[in-house]
T-cell receptor
Framework: DAKTTQPTSMDCAEGRAANLPCNHSTISGNEYVYWYRQIHSQGPQYIIHGLKNNETNEMASLIITEDRKSSTLILPHATLRDTAVYYC????????????FGGGTRVLVKP | NAGVTQTPKFRVLKTGQSMTLLCAQDMNHEYMYWYRQDPGMGLRLIHYSVGEGTTAKGEVPDGYNVSRLKKQNFLLGLESAAPSQTSVYFCATQTDTGQDRGYFGPGTRLLVL
């Protein structure tokens, strides 16, 4: 599985957009980029995923660079409830669909 | 539709004791996974299963065994618990399409004294 690199932590102001970067320079052509978050010590929660194109859903937007070596998760209007650890994961369907978690980015949304 | 459930929610063991954690899902998913999460760390894959009757080792399989006798259940066993196995254990499931999101259970908190 491709390794991902994320900043350890970041702060964000409530109501502003939060942009979370992720590097995955060794990603291969059939690997998807997934984002999950973990609030406190709950089970991880799915946010969004993509292969090549940018994606948007009710929670967030995912921007993947053309060379697919990096991506950015955008939370358009951060709220205090978005405070969590965010994990960027590259998943290889051929390898048991395993989700390999790194250290993630600890996001603190401040009032 | 309960999704993914884990039993028990919390357990305290003494070193050397054994126990089994149960993960149950009602979504008819083929793939099931067991992860552990130590304080301040990300999740690490212990074992996984791509279908009924099959299991495979993950990143940190030592000290654990698993079984998938029924499609809806994935059991994680600790034969002789050690303090190093104190952790939060998460189960996850997904379909075999490759594009599906993973569904995680609420976790089992295990303390080994």
């Amino acid at each position: 599985d491709a390794k991902t690199t994320q900043p350890t932590s970041m702060d964000c102001a409530e109501g502003r957009a939060a942009n979370l970067p992720c590097n995955h320079s060794t990603i291969s052509g059939n690997e998807y980029v997934y984002w999950y978050r973990q609030i406190h010590s709950q089970g991880p929660q799915y946010i969004i995923h993509g292969l090549k194109n940018n994606e948007t859903n009710e929670m967030a937007s995912l921007i993947i660079t053309e060379d697919r070596k990096s991506s950015t998760l955008i939370l358009p209007h951060a709220t205090l409830r978005d405070t969590a650890v965010y994990y960027c994961i590259v998943r290889n369907r051929a390898a048991g669909n395993k989700l390999t978690f790194g250290g993630g980015t600890r996001v603190l949304v401040k009032p | 539709n309960a999704g993914v459930t884990q039993t028990p929610k919390f357990r305290v063991l003494k070193t050397g004791q054994s126990m089994t954690l149960l993960c149950a899902q009602d979504m008819n998913h083929e793939y099931m996974y067991w992860y552990r999460q130590d304080p301040g760390m990300g999740l690490r894959l212990i074992h996984y299963s791509v279908g009924e009757g099959t299991t495979a080792k993950g990143e940190v399989p030592d000290g654990y065994n698993v079984s998938r006798l029924k499609k809806q259940n994935f059991l994680l066993g600790l034969e002789s618990a050690a303090p190093s196995q104190t952790s939060v254990y998460f189960c996850a499931t997904q379909t075999d399409t490759g594009q599906d999101r993973g569904y995680f259970g609420p976790g089992t908190r295990l303390l080994v004294l």
